[in-house]
């Protein structure tokens, strides 16, 4: 599925920038389609661009906001909204995630809707109250996980503190809190693995990168949240769930064959789970090591 970003859509067709996505999206196929559209609201958790509310960095600086001023968020997420096309809204940073749901408080205020599916993207600096508003307000959340083993304990001396850095991805209050959310790697952007797998190994295990140190342990979730979270869950967010994530008659028999079932082995494993191969249109694919 291709979400497309707003800023470039906006230059070239501004208030025509949802119909004109409406159109494109009557070529979709069951292989590619166009769904949503992306706002930016802040920088990069790895290249400590994000916005972070007081008392900001270690060094007392703060990360970039993206490029579209917060204040105007609402009014640009509008056409969309209105249209009925999700809007999928990159937030890093815990000031970032503040912006990104006034923005929703502000759309569901001036023409209310159920189901919309609001994404806050990545959610990666939160506290435990936001997942809280993000239910209220009916959104869900796509989390890059990864960070909480990758780079936590960088992070912890440079840039956020032990404090936010060792917390980053709290799966386990947006469980509690009743929030959706499914799990991604942003590969495009962040040299990280795009292996489902991982990522559920770090939600459910939360191992740092010295293979020893648990962060935030009371983030963890379990191994059939963290199943759901890479299969229907995310089905869900893309607003395919119809069509793919979940062996059901009339859905599309695209899924993966692994050689071993994740519930069965133990946690620390989970990530060495092999690939059998895939299925696509109930077709079986070797993969190319086997």
Same mark, same amino acid.
């Given at each position: ?28 196929? =069951? ?13 990069? &958790? ?18 970039? #906001? ?66 809280? #508003? ?13 960070? %909480? ?58 191992? %740092?990168? =010295? ?21 229907? =869950? %995310?089905?869900?967010?893309?607003? %395919?769930? #119809? ?10 028999? =695209? &899924? ?35």
């Amino acid at each position: 599925g291709l979400v497309s970003l707003e800023n470039p859509l906006y230059k070239t067709h501004g208030d025509k920038a949802a119909a004109f996505l409406l159109e494109m999206s009557k070529q979709n196929s =069951d292989k590619l389609f166009f769904h949503g559209i992306k706002f930016l609201s802040d920088g990069s &958790f790895p290249a400590m661009s994000l916005r972070l509310n007081f008392p900001g960095y270690l060094d007392g600086s703060n990360g970039v #906001r993206n490029d579209v001023p917060w204040d105007e968020l609402p009014a640009r997420m509008m056409q969309f909204w209105k249209a009925g096309i999700q809007v999928h809204c990159h937030a890093n940073g815990d000031q970032a995630i503040d912006a990104s749901l006034d923005a929703l408080a502000a759309l569901q205020a001036a023409h209310p809707r159920f189901d919309h599916r609001f994404t806050i993207e990545h959610y990666c600096i939160s506290n435990t109250m936001q997942a809280r #508003r993000l239910k209220a307000l009916g959104g869900v959340a796509s989390v890059n996980q990864y960070f %909480a083993h990758y780079r936590s304990q960088i992070h912890d001396k440079e840039g956020y503190g032990p404090d936010r850095a060792e917390a980053v991805g709290r799966l386990a209050t947006l469980e509690r809190e009743g929030v959706v959310f499914a799990l991604h790697s942003d590969f495009s952007l962040v040299v990280l693995p795009m292996h489902p797998l991982t990522a559920m190994w770090v939600a459910v295990t939360r191992t %740092a990168a =010295d293979g020893t140190t648990i962060v935030a342990p009371g983030e963890r979730i379990g191994i059939d949240r963290a199943i759901r979270a890479v299969t229907i =869950d %995310a089905a869900y967010i893309m607003g %395919a769930e #119809r069509d793919i994530g979940s062996l059901e008659v009339g859905k599309l028999a =695209d &899924f993966t064959i692994l050689d071993e079932d994740p519930r069965d082995v133990p946690l620390d494993r989970l990530r060495d789970v092999g690939i059998w191969g895939t299925v696509l249109a109930g077709t079986k694919h070797r993969a190319a090591s086997r």
